[in-house]
């Protein structure tokens, strides 16, 4: 029904430039979600499905979770869709529903793992990490570098699962989903201040501990 | 709005946070940069629509996507068209074959049989 052409042109995925129009279609849309139009969650499901995996894969760090999390997001949906009122934009309603369910399955995980199961998957090893002191990103054009750029990744990915998921929520929508301060607030639930305020604190605890680990100041 | 899993410990008005002064600042292009090289994509995303229509069906009891032909991205017109024209040959065939087999109705005389009488 809906081929990436037709989701690229989809009133409902296209960012910016909202026009009357376009909002008209969206409450046509949410009209026939409301009414439990299974074709019309199809193509929900299918505008949305990558955006919503890619949040969740940044969140938890794993691809079978975040495929789970996923299914179970747009299974949520399904059942809530009728109480959405478009206060919001849709697309700030599902991020909504992805990120809180999102952090209730962390939490579960976080008890299992206190409860002695290990969820996580195998941290960089410290040994490796001496070797990449001083790369950054920018020197990873050079193929004998590659391997300590992907260290270095390593120790981001670890230090962005040591982040409280408050702080890495913030951090993941606002500098890797380019979401704006307003769509963080409706997401969040947070106050506009509140939310600045702690994406300040979730990248300055980010860099202190990536430049902890690294040893050296982040260039 | 209620949303499914609302987490009800962040409340806008009550956050802890919400004292503190909001210091708005840019984010540094170093710290940006290394976050999305660090867990940028390497797979593609998976096709979550057929888990979904599952579980949707499972627990609404099959209310919701009841057969295959519902979960199906595309009308299945295809499947129609074929399955409409089998059906139309297996009639034709059918009466092809059988036909022969039911031939005109042969016509019985019956001939008038005379009363016998039994004397007492």
């Known amino acids: 029904m809906a081929d990436r052409r037709d989701v690229a042109a989809h009133p409902v995925y296209r960012a910016g430039g909202v026009t009357d129009a376009d909002e008209q279609s969206e409450r046509k849309f949410i009209e026939r979600l409301a009414q439990r139009d299974e074709r019309a969650f199809n193509e929900l499901v299918e505008l949305y499905e990558a955006r919503v995996f890619r949040l969740l894969l940044r969140m938890l760090g794993r691809r079978d979770e975040a495929e789970d999390m996923a299914q179970e997001v747009f299974v949520q949906i399904f059942k809530a869709v009728g109480t959405f009122r478009g206060d919001s934009k849709l697309s700030t309603w599902i991020y909504r529903v992805s990120v809180n369910l999102c952090k209730n399955r962390m939490k579960y995980l976080a008890r299992r793992h206190s409860e002695g199961e290990d969820e996580l998957e195998p941290v960089a090893e410290r040994a490796a990490l001496d070797e990449a002191k001083g790369v950054t990103f920018g020197d990873v054009a050079q193929p004998d570098r590659l391997v300590e750029g992907y260290q270095i990744e390593r120790v981001v990915q670890q230090c962005i699962a040591e982040l409280d998921p408050d702080f890495r929520e913030v951090l993941i929508l606002r500098d890797l989903e380019d979401l704006s301060y307003e769509e963080l607030s409706e997401i969040t639930g947070l106050a506009d201040g509140t939310v600045k305020s702690r994406l300040h604190r979730a990248r300055s605890m980010l860099k202190a501990n990536v430049e902890r680990k690294m040893g050296e100041k982040i260039r | ?120």
């Open chain 2, 1 to 120: 709005m209620s949303d499914p899993g609302t987490d009800s410990s962040h409340d806008a008005g009550h956050d802890v946070e919400g004292s503190e002064t909001a210091t708005a600042h840019e984010p540094e292009e170093s710290l940006r940069s290394m976050l999305r090289g660090a867990l940028r994509e390497e797979e593609p995303p998976p096709n979550v629509l057929a888990g979904v229509q599952k579980r949707i069906r499972e627990r609404s009891k099959g209310k919701f996507y009841a057969d295959g032909w519902s979960t199906a991205k595309h009308p299945p017109l295809n499947t129609y068209l074929v399955t409409s024209l089998l059906m139309l040959a297996i009639l034709i065939i059918s009466y092809a074959l059988l036909s022969p087999l039911v031939g005109s109705p042969v016509p019985v005389r019956n001939q008038p049989v005379p009363v016998q009488l039994i004397p007492h």
